[in-house]
Protein backbone atom coordinates (compact mmCIF):
# COMPACT_ATOMS: atom_id res chain seq x y z
CA UNK A 1 0.00 0.00 0.00
CA UNK A 2 1.71 3.74 -0.97
CA UNK A 3 1.47 6.10 1.79
CA UNK A 4 -1.49 7.91 0.50
CA UNK A 5 -3.99 5.12 0.79
CA UNK A 6 -2.24 4.56 3.83
CA UNK A 7 -3.27 8.12 5.15
CA UNK A 8 -6.63 7.70 3.49
CA UNK A 9 -7.11 4.38 5.62
CA UNK A 10 -5.87 5.58 9.02
CA UNK A 11 -8.45 8.80 8.13
CA UNK A 12 -10.91 6.12 7.74
CA UNK A 13 -10.34 5.06 11.60
CA UNK A 14 -10.28 8.14 12.83
CA UNK A 15 -13.34 8.81 11.67
CA UNK A 16 -14.97 5.60 12.61
CA UNK A 17 -13.14 5.37 16.30
CA UNK A 18 -11.68 9.08 17.38
CA UNK A 19 -13.57 11.37 15.13
CA UNK A 20 -15.94 14.34 17.37
CA UNK A 21 -18.41 15.98 15.97
CA UNK A 22 -18.83 18.10 18.60
CA UNK A 23 -15.13 19.72 18.83
CA UNK A 24 -15.20 23.86 19.32
CA UNK A 25 -13.37 25.99 16.82
CA UNK A 26 -11.64 27.41 19.74
CA UNK A 27 -8.93 25.74 21.70
CA UNK A 28 -10.44 24.14 24.91
CA UNK A 29 -7.49 25.47 27.20
CA UNK A 30 -7.17 28.48 25.76
CA UNK A 31 -3.52 28.16 24.90
CA UNK A 32 -1.76 28.94 20.89
CA UNK A 33 1.44 27.20 20.48
CA UNK A 34 4.28 28.58 17.96
CA UNK A 35 6.10 26.06 17.01
CA UNK A 36 8.65 24.83 13.92
CA UNK A 37 7.42 22.81 10.89
CA UNK A 38 10.13 20.16 12.27
CA UNK A 39 8.43 16.62 12.62
CA UNK A 40 10.49 15.56 15.65
CA UNK A 41 9.05 18.63 17.12
CA UNK A 42 5.16 18.75 16.64
CA UNK A 43 3.60 20.39 19.63
CA UNK A 44 0.46 17.74 19.74
CA UNK A 45 3.56 14.79 20.54
CA UNK A 46 5.89 16.26 22.95
CA UNK A 47 3.36 18.01 24.73
CA UNK A 48 1.03 14.87 24.98
CA UNK A 49 -2.12 17.40 24.08
CA UNK A 50 -5.12 15.72 23.43
CA UNK A 51 -7.36 17.29 20.09
CA UNK A 52 -8.83 20.59 20.48
CA UNK A 53 -6.99 21.46 23.32
CA UNK A 54 -4.51 24.45 21.80
CA UNK A 55 -4.51 26.20 18.20
CA UNK A 56 -0.65 25.23 16.70
CA UNK A 57 0.86 27.55 14.27
CA UNK A 58 3.78 26.04 12.42
CA UNK A 59 6.20 27.74 10.80
CA UNK A 60 9.97 27.09 9.71
CA UNK A 61 11.99 27.43 13.05
CA UNK A 62 8.68 28.12 15.12
CA UNK A 63 9.62 32.09 15.20
CA UNK A 64 8.27 35.16 15.54
CA UNK A 65 8.16 36.35 11.93
CA UNK A 66 5.74 39.22 9.84
CA UNK A 67 3.27 36.02 8.92
CA UNK A 68 2.68 34.40 12.49
CA UNK A 69 1.64 38.85 12.99
CA UNK A 70 -0.75 39.02 10.68
CA UNK A 71 -1.97 35.13 11.28
CA UNK A 72 -2.49 36.40 14.64
CA UNK A 73 -4.49 39.02 13.48
CA UNK A 74 -7.22 36.59 11.45
CA UNK A 75 -7.36 34.78 15.07
CA UNK A 76 -8.19 37.28 16.47
CA UNK A 77 -11.17 38.04 14.44
CA UNK A 78 -12.02 34.37 14.11
CA UNK A 79 -11.64 33.65 18.36
CA UNK A 80 -14.24 36.91 18.08
CA UNK A 81 -16.68 35.42 15.45
CA UNK A 82 -16.57 32.49 17.88
CA UNK A 83 -17.41 33.94 20.82
CA UNK A 84 -14.42 34.67 22.62
CA UNK A 85 -11.68 37.03 22.25
CA UNK A 86 -8.33 35.73 22.56
CA UNK A 87 -6.69 37.76 25.35
CA UNK A 88 -7.45 37.27 29.12
CA UNK A 89 -6.45 33.77 30.52
CA UNK A 90 -5.07 32.81 27.19
CA UNK A 91 -1.65 31.28 26.67
CA UNK A 92 0.41 32.04 23.75
CA UNK A 93 3.65 28.89 23.72
CA UNK A 94 6.86 29.79 21.80
CA UNK A 95 8.39 26.60 21.14
CA UNK A 96 11.66 26.44 20.13
CA UNK A 97 13.98 23.26 19.44
CA UNK A 98 17.67 21.74 19.18
CA UNK A 99 18.92 21.22 16.50
CA UNK A 100 16.91 23.26 14.38
CA UNK A 101 17.36 23.22 10.37
CA UNK A 102 16.68 26.70 10.88
CA UNK A 103 20.70 26.96 11.53
CA UNK A 104 21.39 25.61 7.76
CA UNK A 105 19.39 28.39 6.19
CA UNK A 106 21.40 30.74 8.72
CA UNK A 107 24.58 29.75 7.22
CA UNK A 108 23.85 28.64 3.34
CA UNK A 109 20.57 31.04 2.26
CA UNK A 110 20.84 34.20 4.88
CA UNK A 111 19.28 36.71 2.39
CA UNK A 112 16.41 33.98 2.21
CA UNK A 113 15.97 33.84 6.22
CA UNK A 114 16.25 37.17 6.50
CA UNK A 115 13.30 37.81 4.24
CA UNK A 116 11.48 34.86 5.96
CA UNK A 117 11.93 36.43 9.24
CA UNK A 118 11.00 40.04 8.24
CA UNK A 119 14.44 41.59 8.77
CA UNK A 120 18.11 42.69 6.59
CA UNK A 121 20.83 40.34 6.75
CA UNK A 122 23.69 41.04 8.75
CA UNK A 123 23.68 42.57 12.05
CA UNK A 124 19.84 42.48 12.07
CA UNK A 125 19.72 39.00 11.20
CA UNK A 126 22.61 38.06 13.81
CA UNK A 127 20.76 40.02 16.65
CA UNK A 128 18.11 37.15 16.31
CA UNK A 129 20.30 34.60 17.47
CA UNK A 130 19.07 31.69 14.94
CA UNK A 131 21.48 29.30 16.03
CA UNK A 132 20.71 29.51 19.83
CA UNK A 133 17.17 28.29 20.61
CA UNK A 134 17.42 29.18 23.94
CA UNK A 135 18.36 32.55 23.56
CA UNK A 136 15.61 32.85 20.10
CA UNK A 137 13.00 31.55 22.03
CA UNK A 138 13.81 34.56 25.02
CA UNK A 139 14.07 37.60 21.77
CA UNK A 140 10.55 35.97 20.52
CA UNK A 141 9.13 36.25 23.64
CA UNK A 142 10.22 39.75 23.84
CA UNK A 143 9.36 40.91 20.40
CA UNK A 144 5.75 39.48 21.20
CA UNK A 145 5.63 41.51 24.48
CA UNK A 146 6.45 44.73 22.57
CA UNK A 147 4.90 44.40 19.93
CA UNK A 148 1.46 46.65 20.43
CA UNK A 149 -0.54 44.56 17.86
CA UNK A 150 -0.07 41.91 20.08
CA UNK A 151 -2.47 41.22 22.98
CA UNK A 152 -0.98 42.30 26.26
CA UNK A 153 -3.40 40.02 28.53
CA UNK A 154 -1.73 36.89 26.85
CA UNK A 155 0.79 34.82 29.59
CA UNK A 156 3.80 34.09 27.14
CA UNK A 157 5.92 31.13 27.54
CA UNK A 158 8.93 30.37 26.03
CA UNK A 159 10.17 26.73 25.94
CA UNK A 160 12.89 25.07 24.32
CA UNK A 161 12.51 21.25 23.42
CA UNK A 162 15.37 18.73 23.60
CA UNK A 163 15.49 16.24 20.50
CA UNK A 164 17.84 14.46 22.27
CA UNK A 165 16.11 13.89 25.61
CA UNK A 166 12.45 14.84 24.31
CA UNK A 167 12.55 17.10 27.55
CA UNK A 168 11.26 20.68 27.28
CA UNK A 169 12.92 23.14 29.44
CA UNK A 170 10.77 26.30 30.36
CA UNK A 171 13.39 29.04 29.50
CA UNK A 172 10.84 32.35 29.77
CA UNK A 173 8.40 31.45 32.32
CA UNK A 174 4.54 32.67 31.83
CA UNK A 175 3.76 36.27 32.14
CA UNK A 176 1.51 38.70 30.39
Request: proline share 6%; net charge negative; charged share 20%.
Amino acid sequence: MDFIASLAQRNADFAATTFSAGMKILPSRRTLILGCVDPRVDPMDVLKLEPGEAAIIRNVGGRVNPALLETMAILRTVSKAGGEAIGSGWNFIVLHHTKCGIAGCYHHAPALLAEHMGVAQGEALDALAITDPYASVAIDVAALKANPDFSDELEITGMVYDVDTGLIEIVVPAAP
